[in-house]
């Protein structure tokens, strides 16, 4: 028999996009719900994402006029995933329309669509995209639970708090889910309270025993169940180790002190079966004078090479697909990376977006970047052949000139040319020339947007057991679970969408 603190029909265990959606399902639907966040901020990686979702064929794209359909989606999905977890995919597929409809009955949530393009060239592809992203939301609407979102990246680093502006990307996803939480009345968020073990009462899972900051220990009862959507292991070195999953966790994405799979583990306890955990959605991370990374995304100029001097991949590639040839390269010769740009936008620009980001002048003082007059100077102050480099610069010169790239075809796809800046005498926006000094080097490692592995779900997010059996009271969503989307990143916003629909199921289920 235990001893409760707090009985509840519903508990979530983390509150990023996935999880909040969730307990706003339950709540929303009257039932009494807990929120628990082990940090004193709630929205975790998805707070610090652009927030697109992937969801398709909603009405949101219908408004739009784009032309998107479910059927579509399948099609695209089929092709880059094939006949595995055929059901989930269908859940996924099928669930994205109703997901969005509920949440959009709430005055306080609104989509709309943002062109940004799926990442595969294959059958159903939307070219110029078909996530969906949350309106901004002005400050005075959130009004004092802004304090309670995590804010971006270089604030959230730096220890400083949400300023008082509208919230845009991933804020606002997480502020309009708060709203619509609290105005159900019936949600009881908590920060600074950590789930350390899952309790059970025969086969069933039935509640958590939670640590607040304070020393506090709590027993919550879940009477219709509990959902975990607490992140991945991306923060948790022991766990990347022992999963041989590449990166470091310091270069990781994820909120720095969160996501460190201790709800994977505590599932796992409790007969939880796992999968992918070597995986993560992988990006390229600049390295920062303090070690961290920072997600480079959008690059549009400069090239890529490898400690022998050479090019090795299109540098325009959607950042997971970047990542993935990194790792394919090889630790020795690709980790780290340069990306060698010039100086043609004025001064040591670095010709990408940074998230975060720290100054040329911070990045010069810890070596991090490297400047030179000439190529074969920059060769030897990273320690690549002077020869290689020049002959490599040239040969992508000359590509450029002809806006060919002969090697790894960069600016042929939708995506390349999405972040460039085009130019009047270039042939091909996304191939520009390295002809203007002085010349920058910049130090790129492997990052992650967060692991993508963790325990195996059913369609409707139940918790499985290595026999295939579900694992009654328990659901999981988000990186907590093992990925739908196995080793491919489909298009933006695929960890946002998969994360909200299957919390949608997992409340649906728990409701009976």
Known sequence: MQDWTIRCDVLVVGSGGGALTGAYTAAANGFSTIVLEKTTLFGGTSAYSGAAVWLPGT?????????????????????????????????????????????????????????????????????????????????????????????EPNLDRAGKPQPDATLIG????????????????????????????????????????????????????????????????????????????????????????????????????????????????????????????????????????????????????????????????????????YLVFDSSEGGPTLPAISIPQATAEEHFDAGTWVSADTIEELAMKIGVPADTLLHTVERFNDHAKRGVDEDFHRGEDPYDAFFCRPGADLPNAALKPIATGPYHAARIILSDLGTKGGVRTDADARVL?????????????????????????????????????????AALHMMG
């Not at 909120?255 to 390229?284: F, H, K, S």
């Not at 739908?484 to 199921?505: C, D, I």
């Open 170 to 337: 991933g804020r606002a996803l997480i502020g309009r889910l708060l709203l619509a939480l609290q105005g159900t009345g019936r949600a009881d968020l908590r920060t600074r309270t950590a789930a350390r073990q899952i309790l059970t009462e025969g086969d069933r899972v039935v509640g958590v025993e939670a640590l607040t900051a304070t020393g506090e220990i709590l027993r919550i009862r879940a009477e219709r169940g509990v959902l975990l959507a607490a992140g991945g292991i991306e923060g948790n070195a022991e766990l990347r180790g022992a999963n041989r999953t590449p990166g470091r966790a310091r270069w990781s994405m994820g909120p720095q002190g969160a996501n460190t799979g201790d709800l994977i583990r505590a599932a796992v306890d409790v007969g939880a079966d796992t999968a992918l955990l070597d995986e993560a959605w992988w990006c390229p991370g600049i390295e920062m004078p303090d070690g961290s990374g920072a997600f480079m995304v959008g690059v549009r100029g400069g090239i890529l090479v490898d400690t022998s001097g050479n090019r090795y991949l299109n540098e325009s590639l959607p950042y997971d697909q970047f990542g993935r040839a990194m790792i394919a390269r090889g630790s020795d010769a690709a980790i780290p990376s």
């Open 465 to 505: 057991r290595k026999d295939g059996t579900a694992i009654e009271g328990l659901y999981a969503a988000g990186n907590t679970s093992a990925s739908l989307s196995g080793k491919v990143y489909p298009g933006p916003g695929v960890p946002l969408g998969t994360a909200m629909a299957f919390s949608y199921r």
């Open 59 to 151: 009405a949101v794209q219908e408004r739009a006029g784009i032309g998107d359909s479910t059927e579509k989606a399948r099609t695209y999905l089929r092709a880059l995933l094939g006949d595995v977890d055929v059901e989930r995919q269908e859940a996924y597929l099928t669930t994205a329309p109703a997901v969005v409809d509920f949440l959009e009955s709430d005055p306080n949530i609104e989509f709309e669509w943002r062109p940004f393009p799926d990442y595969y060239q294959a059958p159903g592809r939307m070219d110029s995209g078909r996530a969906i992203n949350p309106l901004d939301l002005p400050s005075a609407e959130i009004g004092d639970l802004r304090e309670l979102v995590r804010p």
